[in-house]
């Protein structure tokens, strides 16, 4: 427990930035969800946007550090490997 007047401080601050991180990761996890739903239904328009939506949500985490940027270029390039898999033309025998 906090003794003094700025650990008390600091312990409301870590409060309200674990809250804000929790709500940030969470957003990014949600758009990770509707992307790979939007990539099962096969709608070309459809995929763009919910990865484009999910691109620019893991790169807003990576900008105000809440996850690596290299992470959030490793989730980028898992979606994109996704993506090319199921859309990827079966191959004639």
Not at 4 to 14: D, F, G, I, P, Y
Not at 28 to 43: S, Y
Not at 80 to 83: E, V
């Given at each position: 427990m906090a003794n003094?007047?700025?650990?008390?401080?600091?312990?409301?601050?870590?409060i309200v930035?674990?809250?804000?991180?929790?709500?940030?990761k969470s957003r990014?996890?949600?758009?990770?969800?509707?992307?790979?739903?939007?990539?099962?239904?096969?709608?070309k328009e459809l995929i763009a946007a919910?990865?484009?939506?999910y691109a620019s949500t893991a790169d807003k985490?990576?900008?105000?550090?809440?996850?690596?940027k290299n992470a959030a270029s490793r989730f980028k390039a898992r979606i994109?490997?996704?993506?090319a898999k199921t859309t990827a033309a079966p191959a004639t025998a």
């Open positions: 003094n007047k700025s650990a008390k401080k600091r312990n409301r601050q870590m930035r674990t809250a804000r991180n929790r709500a940030i990014v996890k949600t758009a990770r969800k509707a992307a790979l739903a939007a990539i099962l239904t096969g709608d919910k990865v484009a939506i985490a990576a900008n105000k550090n809440v996850i690596h994109a490997a996704s993506l």
